[in-house]
């Protein structure tokens, strides 16, 4: 059985630029949700997709938004990137939307 | 709203020592709760969890008992091993219908040393 997989592992963008973020879910996952976890603190909620709609955001802005794809894999796009948007950006999907997480290993994003 | 607050790090420990990670919550229902682990490099495990007041979570030798009259839910284990060693990370969900997201602590980095 395949776990979550992110891609990439790690990536340096310039502040302004936009940025797209993968994710492919556990297999017979529907739902998938994304988390912003900066350095030296816990993870903080994006927001979540369940079949393909968004079901549910965190405080974070517009320019954070996503998509959900038949095959429930997922992308997270960053618009305008800001030099606080440097963190370790997690995936994690379930099997429906109230079941146990299984995160990936996350993406390293560096803003400069 | 919401939040979790775990006991500041680092804690280095002996192997075979006690350890102790404590966690409080502020919820407005009645949550679940969680502690996460993440070693160097990974993305977070779930260790344990419970759902009810007075359930006892139980993994790998961790435990944690959810406290609703103390809003509690630490982590304990009797001895701990060097593969211990990571940051762990406790947790809640709202009970509430369409409650989606976990809410988490700051994380404390265990060390242990042989």
């Known amino acids: 059985e395949t776990g979550v997989t992110q891609s990439p592992t790690h990536l340096i963008k310039t502040r302004g630029q936009q940025v797209t973020l993968r994710c492919s879910s556990q297999s017979g996952h529907n739902t998938v949700s994304w988390y912003q976890q900066a350095l030296g603190q816990g993870p903080q909620f994006i927001f979540q997709y369940y079949r393909e709609e968004e079901n549910g955001r965190g405080n974070f802005p517009p320019r954070f938004s996503g998509l959900q794809f038949p095959n429930y894999s997922s992308e997270l796009n960053v618009n305008a990137l800001e030099l606080d948007d440097s963190a370790l950006y997690l995936c994690?999907?379930?099997?429906?939307?109230?079941?146990?997480?299984?995160f990936g290993n996350g993406t390293r994003l560096t803003v400069t | 709203g919401n939040s979790v607050t775990q006991m500041e790090g680092p804690v280095t420990l002996s192997e075979e020592a006690f350890l102790t990670i404590n966690c409080t919550y502020t919820a407005t229902g009645y949550p679940s709760l969680f502690w996460y682990v993440q070693y160097p490099g990974e993305g977070l495990q779930l260790l344990l969890k419970a759902t009810k007041a007075d359930d006892k979570g139980s993994n790998k030798g961790f435990e944690a008992t959810y406290r609703k009259e103390t809003t509690s839910f630490h982590l304990e284990k009797g001895s701990v091993q060097v593969s211990d060693s990571a940051v762990y990370f406790c947790a809640l969900k709202d009970s509430g219908a369409g409650s989606y997201q976990l809410t988490f602590g700051k994380g404390t980095k265990l060390s242990v040393i042989p």
């Open positions: 994690a999907s379930s099997l429906e939307l109230n079941s146990p997480l299984h």
